[in-house]
T-cell receptor, first 112, second 115 residues
Framework: NAGVTQTPKFQVLKTGQSMTLQCAQD?????MYWYRQDPGMGLRLIYY???????DKGEVPNGYNVSRLNKREFSLRLESAAPSQTSVYFC???????????FGDGTRLSIL | QKEVEQNSGPLSVPEGAIASLNCTYS??????FFWYRQYSGKSPELIMS????GDKEDGRFTAQLNKASQYVSLLIRDSQPSDSATYLC???????????????FGKGTLLTVNP
């Protein structure tokens, strides 16, 4: 039982490049989330999906887009990467919106 | 704006002692409370959930919730060096805005257990 799987684990981009972070969960959870974690800032919610077919902005959505591809998969896209988006990105899922969230291992993204 | 406040630490305790981690939150309507442990370079791991006033015990961990004081704490008994990590308090739900999605995290308290 893998839980929440994120790919890739590490990535280095140049400013202006685009990329998509992938997330898949095998717990049959309804809700999925994308966070970024920066030193001194804690975990901040970028986007979330309460259920298949819906997405909503979180605290820091600018510069990102998301797609809830199906119940299992929730991707995060950086259209034009900026150095300020250098961070560790975590995907999480939960059965319902107010239930505990379970996190993937994270993607460490550096933008030069 | 919902806020969750934690002392950043570091909190240093000797092996075998009780570590006490504290968290306050601003949204009086909050319904669900969680403690996560995060080792350096790793992802947050859920260790405790608490939903009602009082204490909840799980092994060496005890979560305490006081909604009137808007305060939640985590006690770790018989602390071990392997407990050295950052502990994140997270608060979910609440009447304001009608949205339950937002799991607001504190910035975490770094705990160091010295052998």
């Amino acid at each position: 039982n893998a839980g929440v799987t994120q790919t890739p684990k590490f990535q280095v981009l140049k400013t202006g490049q685009s990329m998509t972070l992938q997330c898949a969960q095998d717990m049959n959870h309804n809700s999925m989330y994308w966070y970024r974690q920066d030193p001194g800032m804690g975990l901040r919610l970028i986007y979330y999906s309460a259920s298949e077919g819906t997405t909503d902005k979180g605290e820091v959505p600018n510069g990102y887009n998301v797609s809830r591809l199906n119940k299992r998969e929730f991707s995060l896209r950086l259209e034009s990467a900026a150095p300020s988006q250098t961070s560790v990105y975590f995907c999480a899922s939960s059965d319902l919106l107010n239930q505990p969230q379970h996190f993937g291992d994270g993607t460490r993204l550096s933008i030069l | 704006q919902k806020e969750v406040e934690q002392n950043s630490g570091p909190l240093s305790v000797p092996e075998g002692a009780i570590a006490s981690l504290n968290c306050t939150y601003s949204d009086r309507g909050s319904q669900s409370f969680f403690w996560y442990r995060q080792y350096s370079g790793k992802s947050p791991e859920l260790i405790m959930s608490i939903y009602s006033n009082g204490d909840k015990e799980d092994g060496r961990f005890t979560a305490q919730l006081n909604k009137a004081s808007q305060y939640v704490s985590l006690l770790i008994r018989d602390s071990q060096p392997s407990d050295s990590a950052t502990y994140l308090c997270a608060v979910n739900g609440g009447a304001s805005g009608g949205s339950n999605y937002k799991l607001t995290f504190g910035k975490g308290t770094l705990l160091t257990v010295n052998p």
